[in-house]
C-alpha cells in the first residue's frame, strides 16, 4: 500500500469520525428539543472546538506513523482511531452530563418539567418519581395543571422523573439519564466505522 492510498484511507476514517460525532449531536439535539437553546448552541460550539482540536492532533500522529509503518503497524493505526473514537464519544456524553448537571439548575428545567406532565395521559392512580430537589417543582408543576397525584422521591443522577400507573399498567420515563443512556447505546450499535476482521480488540 502505497502512501496515497493510506491517505485515503485515513481521510475516510477522519470523516467517518467526524460524521459519527455529528449524528450524536442532532440525535441529542431531537432527544432534548425543550433544552433552552442558547445552552445547546453553547454545547455544540464547545464540542465541536474539543472534538476538532483532538482530532486533528491524533490523525496528524497517526498519518506520521502510517506513512513509515508496514502492514502490521497499518492495522494498529486502525486500532488507535477505534480507541480514538471510543474516546471521544466518551467525551462527548461526559459533556452532555455537565451540560444537563447545569440545566436542571435553570428556570428552564421547570419549564421543561411542565412540558413533559402536560405530554403525558396522567390518572387519578399514577405516581410520579423524582429527585428529593424536584418534589417541590413538580408538586408545583402538577398542582398548576390540576393534579393532585402522589409526588415520591427517588435517587436520580441527572434529573427528570419517572410516571408510572400499575393500576393502568403504563409507564413513562422522563428520567434524563434514562435518555442520556439510550443515546449512547444508540451511538454505540450504530456507529459505521469497524476495523477488519472485527479485531479491533485484538
Not at 159 to 170: C, E, I, N, T
Amino acid at each position: 500500500m502505497n502512501n496515497e492510498e493510506e491517505d485515503k484511507i485515513l481521510e475516510a476514517i477522519e470523516a467517518d469520525v467526524k460524521s459519527n460525532a455529528s449524528l450524536v449531536e442532532d440525535v441529542l439535539q431531537k432527544e432534548t428539543d425543550s433544552f433552552h437553546e442558547d445552552q445547546l448552541a453553547f454545547f455544540r460550539e464547545g464540542l465541536k472546538k474539543e472534538t476538532d482540536s483532538y482530532l486533528e492532533k491524533e490523525l496528524h500522529e497517526a498519518r506520521l506513523a502510517a506513512a513509515s509503518a508496514s502492514s502490521r503497524d497499518q492495522m494498529e493505526t486502525k486500532k488507535k482511531l477505534l480507541r480514538l473514537r471510543d474516546h471521544l464519544a466518551d467525551e462527548l456524553f461526559d459533556s452532555v452530563r455537565e451540560d444537563l448537571r447545569k440545566f436542571v439548575k435553570t428556570p428552564e428545567y421547570e419549564k421543561y418539567l411542565m412540558r413533559s406532565v402536560k405530554s403525558l395521559p396522567v390518572s387519578e392512580t399514577g405516581v410520579f418519581m423524582c429527585r428529593r430537589d424536584d418534589v417541590p417543582v413538580l408538586k408545583d408543576a402538577l398542582k398548576k395543571e390540576g393534579l393532585s397525584n402522589r409526588v415520591e422521591e427517588r435517587p436520580m443522577e441527572l434529573g427528570g422523573f419517572l410516571y408510572r400507573d400499575d393500576a393502568a399498567g403504563r409507564e413513562y420515563s422522563c428520567v434524563l439519564e434514562d435518555r442520556l443512556e439510550e443515546e449512547m447505546d444508540w451511538f454505540r450499535a450504530n456507529s459505521g466505522f469497524k476495523a477488519p476482521s472485527g479485531k479491533e480488540n485484538a
